[in-house]
């Protein structure tokens, strides 16, 4: 039976799975311990049940246990890398090379080094959200001490090529990180493979619960310091004071260990699903896909329904069903998406956008009622739209002088 | 965040949707707004030229379910008022009708925009001068 609302939110964060939850569950009341406290058995209970998470994380992505350091998510995690790797390696140099269509995470934490000295360039990216190899290459410097592209975009899920970012910048001796918040659980990640020095993620975007993250830190070939941004009692190696969220770890863990056994099935699954919602919202007129269709996470779809508002979009159906439009009435600053501004779509398709993030618990017929709902809230809408009217009479609407307000 | 149940009805019944002959002597448009902006609004009257009554009023909007309810909205006070009592419509009194939050009060002053557009484009096309209006301060 079809249930409703439907969460097709997946990108903003994940429901948990019954399966973490249940895991996490002993780790609130019965085994509260401490994970630093090393003399009694709470305190061991704590470490052990941490130690265990860790290596389920470490496996998702091929690292060694001792290179994941818990954070409070993603967020701290992207702080944690940029701040801490422009501080150790200040001697190296000040200059850091990032893309447009980052987080803001990693974004505003750019803008704040560069108030404190650091150099940034941001690489624009094609259409299809992927930087330029060349240009990329052609950026780094004798000072540039780190190249920050995140694995696979939040809006349009578009993967960057992240093993030959990484080649060229080993080849200059530059360190790769990565926001990997929205692929780790979802693709393969693999840090060794992929060339990866540090690597951001977090455990509600996989199904796991919120307030805990981690960020990977290769301690060979080469071997990574980062300068703590969080003074204490020093925790994680000395990279990130404070007290363990261990209910979060043990949760974190799990959420792990599942992604690794079931990303095939639920890749298999989830892509189907995408591709048939995406195919049939395509046969309404002037759809197009935002992003890359190539290179994609398997459970994102970003498409524009030109000549339609999102926000009005998305009132025509957000009591039922869970989505993020790109327009701008949608966020709080009045800007539409800088991500879809960035792949070089005019301001009118960006405020036209909705993104899909489909997941572990999609199923057929929510699909089937979203694929109805947002056809015949599009059509109703065009009925409505001036511009849609203006389109169909074959006026060029860059051929009318906008009174922009 | 949550919209007014007023809202919610005008976008689910929009009133007077539709368009307006426009090179109508007695019809006047007001295309307001810019596709860039994610809203444009166009507003139509017709008038009775003996009376300077409106007789009939019409709405196409790009936008928000704001939007889309401030024309709406619009379009059902033009109705029957005289040219010069559509003037006197505030954007601040859609707001109140409406419940709009702070953040969508520009959708209200598009939509009085819109109404003095549609009234000067009437003016003109009937050899009156155009108003001048005062620039509408929240944008």
Redesign the interface.
């Known amino acids: 039976m079809l249930k409703l609302p439907i969460y097709l939110d997946n990108n903003a964060t994940t429901p948990m799975d019954p399966r973490v939850f249940e895991t996490m569950t002993p780790y609130f009341m019965e085994h509260f311990g401490n994970a630093a406290s090393r003399n009694h058995p709470f305190g061991w209970a704590a470490e052990e049940a941490v130690d265990y998470a860790r290596e389920q994380v470490a496996k998702l992505i091929g690292a060694d246990p001792k290179e994941i350091i818990f954070t409070s998510g993603a967020t701290e995690a992207d702080n944690l890398a940029l701040k801490g790797v422009y501080e150790m390696y200040a001697a190296k140099g000040n200059h850091i090379i990032t893309a447009t269509t980052e987080h803001k995470a990693v974004l505003d934490t750019c803008k704040h080094l560069e108030k404190n000295g650091a150099e940034v360039t941001y690489l624009q990216v094609n259409k299809e959200g992927l930087i330029d190899l060349k240009e990329l290459e052609a950026a780094i410097r004798p000072t540039t001490i780190m190249v920050a592209i995140m694995y696979a975009n939040n809006e349009i899920g578009t993967i960057m090529p992240i093993r030959e970012i990484s080649a060229i910048a080993r080849k200059h001796g530059v360190l790769v990180f990565t926001d990997a918040t929205q692929a780790v659980g979802k693709i393969p990640v693999d840090v060794n493979k992929d060339g990866i020095d540090l690597m951001a993620f977090t455990a509600h975007k996989m199904y796991g619960p919120k307030g805990v993250g981690a960020l990977y830190v290769r301690r060979k070939n080469p071997r990574v310091k980062v300068t703590a941004q969080m003074d204490g009692g020093g925790h994680e190696r000395g990279m990130r004071s404070g007290t363990l969220n261990v209910p979060g770890i043990v949760g974190f863990g799990k959420a792990c260990e599942l992604c690794m056994l079931e990303m095939e099935s639920d890749t298999k699954r989830i892509s189907k699903l995408r591709d048939k919602l995406e195919s049939a919202l395509l046969l309404l007129e002037e759809a197009y896909v935002n992003g890359s269709r190539e290179h994609r996470l398997p459970h994102v779809a970003n498409i524009s329904f030109k000549h339609v508002e999102g926000e009005g979009l998305l009132m025509g159906f957000n009591k039922n069903i869970a989505l993020s439009s790109g327009s701008a009435c949608t966020s709080a600053s009045l800007e539409p998406s800088y991500v879809l501004k960035a792949l070089g779509l005019g301001d009118d398709l960006a405020h036209s956008s909705l993104r899909f993030g489909l997941g572990r618990f999609t199923t057929e017929d929510q699909i089937d009622y979203t694929i109805k709902a947002i056809s015949e809230t599009v059509i109703k809408l065009r009925e409505m739209s001036p511009l849609w009217e203006m389109y169909k009479e074959g006026i060029d609407l860059n051929s009318i002088e906008w009174a922009a307000h | 965040m949550a919209?007014s149940e007023k809202v919610?009805d005008h976008?689910q019944n929009?009133k007077n949707?539709g368009?307006l002959d426009k090179s109508s002597k007695n019809v006047g448009t007001g295309?307001?707004?810019?596709?860039?902006?994610?809203?444009?609004?166009?507003l139509q009257i017709e008038v009775d030229q003996a009376t300077g009554m409106i007789t009939d009023a019409k709405f196409?909007?790009?936008?928000?379910?704001s939007?889309?309810a401030s024309s709406s909205l619009a379009t059902e006070w033009l109705k029957g008022k005289s040219v010069d009592e559509a003037l006197k419509i505030d954007n601040m009194e859609i707001v109140e009708e409406l419940n709009l939050p702070p953040?969508k009060i520009?959708c209200s002053?598009?939509a009085e925009?819109a109404i003095k557009a549609a009234i000067n484009d009437y003016r003109e096309k009937n050899g009156l001068e155009k108003i001048k209006f005062e620039e509408s301060v929240v944008?």
């Open positions: 919209y919610i976008y929009p949707v368009t295309l307001v707004g810019a596709p860039e902006c994610g809203d444009v609004m166009r196409k909007t790009f936008g928000c379910g939007a889309i953040v520009h002053v598009l925009d944008h």
